[in-house]
C-alpha cells in the first residue's frame, strides 16, 4: 500500500472511532433515575440544574448516561409506583427531590443507591448519622435547626413590627413538616407571636384554609414547602394576594410567582450538587460513606411589587440583605 494510501486508511479508521462514552449502546450506559415532587411543566428548572451538575462531571444523557425522569405531580402517594417503576429499568443510582420520595425509595431497596435532597433527614430517621449515613442513601439536607425556621417569622416581623397573629399553612402529613413547626412554634413563643395552623393535603382544601385565616384575623403567613405546596404555588401565591396576606416562604419559587419573601435553600444549586453525588457513586463509592451535605448558604428574596400592593414599606435594611429583590 502507498503511504498516501495508509495514511488515509488510517485517519478514516481514527474518525470511525466514537470518542469516549460517544455512541454507546443504550443497553450498556448507566441508567439514573430522578424523581421530582412536582412536574415537568412547574419544575424543569430542578431536571435542568441536575443534568447540568451530570454534564459538568463527565455525563451527557443519551451519550454515556441515560436519565429516567418522573414526576409524583404533588401526589406524594405516587412516589412509591414512580420509584418501582425505576427499580424495574435497573437504574443505577435513584435521585430523589423530597424527603418523602426519599423515604419511599429507602423502603423499596437496600441495594440501589439513592441520593436525596430533602428536609431533616436525621430528624426523621431516613439517615442514621450526617456524617456516615450507611446503608444505601445519602444526599443533600435542605434543613438547618432552629435559626433556619425560626427566621421566617423574625422576617415578618421585619416588614410587619406590630405582627401578632401568623397562621403556618402546611401539609402534616408532610413527615418533615412536623419539625418545621416544632421549630417555629418555640420561636413564636419567644417572639410572642400567636401561631395559627392551617393543614392542607389537597389542593381543593386551599380556599377553606384561607377563608379559615381571614375568620381568625391572620396578619400574616409562613407556608411550609412540601411536594403539594410547591406544585401549587401560583395557586396559593394568587390566594394570600386577594387575601391581602404577607406572606413568607421557603424556596425562592414562589416569589418568582408573586410572592412576598422566601428565605431558604437553592434547590436548584442542590440538584446540580446532587450530580457529584452520583458520580462518586457510579465509580464505586458506597453510598453510605458519602456525608449528608448540609445547607451553608441561605437567600433571601424579596418582591417589592409585592410588597407595594400591599401597602408594605419593606426597611432599607431588609433590602440591603437580600440576595436579590423583584421590582
Not at 32 to 53: C, I, K, M, Y
Request: proline share 6%.
Amino acid at each position: 500500500m502507498k503511504r498516501r494510501a495508509f495514511i488515509g486508511a488510517v485517519g478514516a479508521g481514527l474518525l470511525a472511532v466514537p470518542l469516549a462514552g460517544e455512541g454507546q449502546d443504550s443497553t450498556s450506559r448507566p441508567r439514573v433515575g430522578f424523581v421530582g415532587a412536582e412536574s415537568p411543566s412547574t419544575n424543569p428548572h430542578f431536571l435542568d440544574a441536575f443534568r447540568q451538575g451530570m454534564q459538568d462531571n463527565g455525563y451527557v444523557d443519551g451519550r454515556n448516561v441515560t436519565i429516567d425522569a418522573r414526576w409524583a405531580e404533588g401526589r406524594s402517594e405516587r412516589f412509591p409506583e414512580l420509584i418501582a417503576e425505576l427499580i424495574r429499568l435497573d437504574s443505577r443510582v435513584i435521585v430523589t427531590v423530597s424527603l418523602q420520595a426519599a423515604l419511599a425509595a429507602k423502603n423499596l431497596t437496600t441495594s440501589i443507591p439513592i441520593v436525596f435532597i430533602a428536609s431533616d433527614p436525621l430528624g426523621v430517621g431516613l439517615v442514621a448519622s450526617l456524617a456516615r449515613p450507611g446503608g444505601n442513601v445519602t444526599g443533600l439536607s435542605l434543613f438547618l435547626g432552629e435559626d433556619f425556621s425560626s427566621k421566617w417569622l423574625e422576617l415578618l416581623r421585619e416588614v410587619i413590627p406590630r405582627v401578632s397573629r401568623v397562621t403556618v399553612l402546611l401539609n402534616r402529613a408532610s413527615p418533615a413538616s412536623i419539625g418545621y413547626l416544632k421549630v417555629l412554634q418555640g420561636a413564636a413563643q419567644n417572639l410572642g407571636i400567636r401561631l395559627q395552623i392551617q393543614d392542607v393535603r389537597d389542593p381543593s382544601q386551599f380556599e377553606g384554609a384561607f377563608s379559615a385565616m381571614g375568620a381568625e384575623r391572620t396578619q400574616a403567613l409562613i407556608v411550609v414547602v412540601d411536594p403539594l405546596t410547591v406544585r401549587y404555588r401560583a395557586r396559593i401565591v394568587e390566594l394570600a394576594a386577594k387575601a391581602r396576606l404577607p406572606a413568607v416562604y421557603g424556596f425562592r419559587e414562589f416569589v418568582d410567582v408573586g410572592g412576598l419573601m422566601a428565605y431558604g435553600v437553592n434547590v436548584p444549586h442542590l440538584c446540580r450538587r446532587a450530580a457529584a453525588y452520583v458520580n462518586k457513586i457510579l465509580k464505586g463509592t458506597k453510598p453510605g460513606d458519602l456525608p449528608i451535605e448540609q445547607p451553608t448558604t441561605f437567600e433571601l428574596i424579596i418582591n417589592l411589587k409585592t410588597a407595594k400592593a400591599l401597602g408594605l414599606t419593606v426597611p432599607p435594611s431588609l433590602l440591603a440583605r437580600a440576595d436579590q429583590v423583584i421590582e
